[in-house]
């Protein structure tokens, strides 16, 4: 009998957004399959980040900082499935938060919704979302590699996901979100993903604390040649990550992919020229490194912007990107891996780069920006930008002070000295 009640409580729960009827005729197979493409995309470039991460770290970490990118995957996908994408993007509530009318992704169907898409699945829209939502929590850990623990970082990303990521997602994506009413233009995550993980990232650095023998003991980048595998990957992931954003197949989309290309070059070149200038000579981990700003640059301005403009925001994100993550140590916190630095100026300066050069003509969807002779977008994004860096923030803040307090953040020194790989996982990424 248990049983039985079971599984009917089962079939109640799961089968009602689930529809097997024909196809749709709204449902366009090319704008889908391209949703579909840069969906997989998206999710590749998780474990690109881990690499891009992994390399950078000392031996012993590695696998301990690439787990924490890899389980990303699966803990966001829970959240997300079950509530995530509802109070993301459901129905509005107050202009703040969506509505648990699609919890458990009820309703969520084979059909478009048409508040996002009219042309694809409301289940494609749904899961080229989740992997936004996968890899902006494993941006965050660049700022603590190496120190942090497993079990903590799986609560803390669960609840960074709920209580700052979603309502971002809402504000500025969701249809009533209270920025997007405002006029607020974010193509692919600049304030979402960028802003959000730059200014989260800032705060866990000076929670957790610098690492231990930071300035008397060596910390160099353990395999580059990891981090360049890494990079590529982020590159050629995020064509999906911008033209995807377009959820459709069609000149918008080649003009997003474009212009990320254009301007990850265009950082690239300007980082490496700045760092050679300063230092004397160029660095792989220098080119990768204004590659991925160029890249987190040009995100939020990526559907908005021509090629032109594309080579001014990734030249001024290398030079902006490099000269921000030297600064760190005359402030004095230790983001290990550059993530308030790259992340976290370079997106301002793209959503403020969008301000100046969005065009109706690229985006009639969007808006003129600065160059165009109006200002009014300008300084909505200035506004959203102060709004995403202090709620971040202080939210972040809060929920590390709690979970210090109850679970502790750090790993012990002995564990530290010895790594997290063995510390914490039991196992090493090399046999000798």
């Known amino acids: 009998m248990g049983l039985k009640l079971f599984f009917a409580l089962m079939a109640v729960f799961t089968l009602p957004h689930i529809s097997y009827a024909a196809e749709a005729p709204a449902v366009n197979t090319?704008?889908?399959?391209?949703?579909?493409?840069?969906?997989?995309?998206?999710?590749?470039?998780?474990?690109?980040?881990?690499?891009?991460?992994?390399?950078?770290v000392r031996r012993k970490n590695v696998l301990g900082t690439i787990m924490q990118s890899f389980i990303?995957?699966?803990?966001?996908?829970?959240?997300?499935?079950?509530?995530?994408?509802?109070?993301?993007?459901?129905?509005?509530?107050?202009?703040?938060?969506?509505?648990?009318?699609?919890?458990?992704?009820?309703?969520?169907g084979f059909e478009p919704n048409p508040d996002y898409s009219a042309t694809i699945p409301h289940q494609a829209?749904?899961?080229?979302?989740?992997?936004?939502?996968v890899i902006t929590p494993a941006l965050i850990t660049g700022a603590f590699a190496e120190r942090f623990k497993f079990g903590t970082y799986l609560v803390f990303i669960v609840l960074w996901v709920t209580f700052v990521y979603i309502p971002l997602a809402h504000w500025i994506w969701g249809v009533g979100g209270w920025m997007?009413?405002?006029?607020?233009?974010?193509?692919?995550?600049?304030?979402?993903?960028?802003?959000?993980?730059?200014?989260?990232?800032?705060?866990?650095?000076?929670?957790?604390?610098?690492?231990?023998?930071?300035?008397?003991?060596?910390?160099?980048p353990h395999n580059l040649t990891m981090t360049l595998l890494g990079t590529a990957i982020l590159w050629f992931g995020w064509f999906g990550f911008n033209g995807g954003?377009?959820?459709?197949?069609?000149?918008?989309?080649?003009s997003a992919m474009l212009v990320t290309h254009i301007s990850a070059s265009a950082?690239?070149?300007?980082?490496?020229?700045?760092?050679?200038?300063?230092?004397?000579?160029?660095?792989?981990?220098g080119a990768a490194s204004g590659a991925v700003a160029g890249l987190a640059t040009i995100t939020p301005a990526s559907g908005f912007v021509g090629p032109v403009p594309a080579i001014?925001?990734?030249?001024?994100?290398g030079v902006l990107c490099y000269a921000a993550v030297n600064y760190k140590t005359k402030l004095g916190y230790d983001d290990s891996l550059d993530v308030v630095g790259v992340h976290g100026a370079g997106s301002t300066w793209g959503v403020i780069a969008l301000g100046i050069f969005a065009s109706k003509a690229?985006?009639?969807?969007?808006?003129?920006?600065?160059?165009?002779?109006?200002?009014?977008?300008?300084?909505?994004?200035?506004?959203?930008?102060?709004?995403?860096?202090?709620?971040?923030?202080?939210?972040?803040?809060?929920i590390l002070k709690i979970l210090n307090s109850v679970m502790g953040l750090r790993v012990s020194d002995g564990a530290e000295f010895v790594g997290l790989d063995h510390a914490l996982h039991g196992e090493s990424g090399y046999i000798s």
């Open 362 to 398: 690229i985006n009639p969807a969007g808006a003129n920006g600065l160059i165009y002779g109006e200002s009014a977008l300008i300084k909505v994004q200035l506004l959203a930008a102060l709004v995403t860096w202090v709620f971040s923030f202080i939210v972040t803040f809060v």
């Open 312 to 317: 001014i925001i990734g030249l001024v994100a």
């Open 180 to 220: 997007r009413n405002l006029g607020v233009l974010d193509f692919a995550g600049g304030f979402v993903v960028h802003i959000s993980s730059g200014a989260s990232a800032l705060a866990a650095a000076i929670i957790v604390g610098k690492r231990r023998g930071l300035g008397v003991e060596p910390m160099l």
């Open 267 to 285: 950082a690239a070149l300007s980082w490496m020229a700045a760092e050679w200038m300063q230092r004397g000579k160029p660095t792989a981990l």
């Open 125 to 133: 829209f749904m899961i080229y979302q989740m992997m936004f939502a």
């Open 72 to 108: 990303s995957l699966g803990v966001i996908t829970m959240v997300w499935v079950l509530y995530g994408y509802s109070l993301a993007f459901g129905p509005d509530i107050n202009h703040i938060i969506g509505s648990l009318d699609w919890i458990g992704l009820t309703g969520v």
């Open 30 to 56: 090319g704008d889908t399959a391209w949703v579909l493409i840069s969906t997989a995309l998206v999710m590749l470039m998780t474990p690109g980040l881990a690499l891009f991460y992994g390399g950078m």
């Open 245 to 254: 954003s377009a959820v459709a197949s069609g000149s918008l989309a080649t």
